[in-house]
């Protein structure tokens, strides 16, 4: 699984390139000891989730993957919010990450009870997105099932988006379409519902691999 994530990366900053894009490349981290992810699950107070776990320990601790098209580049209107795209997670930044969702609960979303706020709930954040939204593990029903989701702070239309059924899945599902994103307006138009996870194969999906070359 690891080495078809970084095939895809590769192919498609190439792609990017290929279309007069920009790339800071690829830079991965290697894999996290047993004892940094003991540390780390002692301060959150629960184990990281498996999916999660399993790809700190045996695949990389940190992943710093990004790209950006130029501006000249027309896209159709159903692809026009996408800008660039990334895909990053560092173990190390992982505790502040998720004390900045917490801030967000103490500070704007503290009722459980509201259906809005409700979301931001039981998460660990593991990725900041740009516009100040979060993308995160569902803990609701830790540790059966864990989601990937999308927080958004200010209405936007991803708010509560699952974008894969673990982090795993999440990533690879991810990684079959290059990684847009991550604002939830450049991601949606490559989820089909908002309990079903990037769906690679949709109409969007194929029409946007064909557009910037991807060829996987």
Known sequence: MWNNWITRWEKTIEAI???????????????ASE?????????????LPE?????????ARSVDCGWELNDC???PKEFRGIFAGECIWDVNNLIDI?????????????NPYDEYDRVWHNKLA????????KIAIDLEKYPEYTPVVYLSHDDGEGHGYILGHDFKDFIDRWTLIG????????????VDTPTSGINPSCVNALEWKQLIGLKF
């Open 179 to 190: 990684c847009p994103g991550s604002e939830d307006w450049q991601i949606i138009p490559f």
């Open 126 to 133: 593991f990725m900041n997105v740009g516009n100040g939204d």
């Open 98 to 110: 998720d004390e900045s969702r917490k801030d967000w609960v103490r500070e704007c979303f503290p």
């Open 51 to 59: 999916s999660f776990r399993d790809v700190l320990l045996n695949f």
């Open 73 to 75: 580049i027309d896209l």
């Open 17 to 31: 390139k290929l279309i007069g894009g920009e790339s800071n490349g690829i830079h991965i981290g290697k894999p």
């Open 35 to 47: 004892q940094e992810i003991i540390d780390i699950e002692e301060k959150l107070g629960y184990k």
